[in-house]
């Protein structure tokens, strides 16, 4: 399926950016992310809503936008997982080791016709900026972004401050991905 498919494309995405860790001088990656799987427990394919339970026997009514392909495919007993992920790194570096650019990336992605409903979204924002001062005794950086604005930051891990520079470069790399998964019953399977 072309959707699990992109799911799996957009994690590598996810991850690629750790590998220019080795040449910070400082930084940090933080990934959070969350599954849940839900049960069609009624369908209402004219009025285009599902009742959804969760693990706990908890139901609740989804209305479902036109824009979802495929809804007639959608039956009781079915399915809906529901996943999503999002990583922050931030990574110093000394002039002219990382030649990375602000940027926004995303990638989406649907289930094929004929197929049970399935929908990816992912992001990945990239935003570079100068180190202009740095307080140890506050334990602040300041940051100049590409526009010339500087703007003043907590340090979230103190101890890096004491390892970069005034003048280095900091990246900012804000990833996040979405998918909802529509399979069908473990027997229809």
Do not use: C
Not at 59 to 82: H, L, M, S, W, Y
Not at 108 to 134: D, H, L, N, S, W
């Amino acid at each position: 399926m072309k959707i699990k498919l992109l799911i799996i494309g957009f994690a590598f995405s996810l991850f690629s950016t750790f590998a220019n860790a080795e040449m910070a001088k400082a930084g940090y990656t933080e990934v959070v992310g969350a599954e849940e799987q839900l049960e069609v427990i009624y369908v209402d394919h004219e009025k285009r809503w599902v009742r959804l339970k969760d693990e706990n026997g908890y139901a609740r009514k989804i209305d479902v936008p036109e824009d979802v392909q495929n809804f007639d495919q959608v039956a009781v007993g079915d399915t809906v997982t529901i996943s999503y992920a999002e990583s922050i790194e931030v990574r110093a570096y000394a002039p002219g080791m990382n030649d990375e650019e602000n940027m926004i990336e995303a990638a989406f992605g649907e289930a094929e016709t004929g197929q049970k409903p399935g929908k990816v979204y992912g992001e990945r924002v990239v935003m570079v900026a100068t180190i202009e001062a740095i307080d140890l005794a506050n334990n602040t950086v300041t940051l100049k972004d590409a526009d010339g604005n500087t703007e003043v930051f907590p340090a979230r891990y103190p101890e890096n401050l004491k390892k970069v520079d005034v003048g280095d470069k900091v990246v900012i790399t804000h990833t996040e991905a979405a998918a909802i998964n529509v399979t069908g019953k473990a027997s229809d399977e």
